[in-house]
């Protein structure tokens, strides 16, 4: 089992950065694949990234390719999303997520996956 606690949402101007975290419990971190979705009021969650175990092979959604970066850090059961270069069209509350390996977050999350209660990222124009 894996809890989950996101945090680092907040108010940015368009072109400004920030760094969301993920807090995973358990021992179990290192097994699972991590990643972020995003849902905006009135639409559908999105897959964002996601990051293998191991940390070495990651994927993005083609909308913030370039931008955003998901990094994890196994020994602090930590997950991170820097976001560069934000937009008025990334505003959404972000989840963190995570899914045991073998799995492929951006098919989707399923049964086994575990998430958080999202963090609110806004970005003014």
């Known amino acids: 089992q894996v809890q989950l606690v996101e945090s680092g949402g907040g108010l940015v101007q368009a072109g400004g950065s920030l760094r969301l975290s993920c807090a995973a419990s358990g021992r179990t971190f290192s097994n699972y694949a991590m990643g972020w979705f995003r849902q905006a009021p009135g639409k559908e969650r999105e897959f964002v990234a996601a990051?293998?175990?191991?940390?070495?092979?990651?994927d993005y959604a083609d909308s913030v390719k370039g931008r955003f970066t998901i990094s994890r850090e196994n020994a602090k059961n930590t997950v991170y999303l820097q976001m560069n270069s934000l937009k008025p069209e990334d505003t959404a509350v972000y989840y963190c997520a995570a899914g045991p390996w073998p799995t492929d977050l951006r098919a989707g999350v399923g049964p086994r996956d575990y998430w958080g209660q999202g963090t609110q990222v806004t970005v003014s124009s």
């Open positions: 990051i293998t175990p191991n940390g070495r092979s990651t």
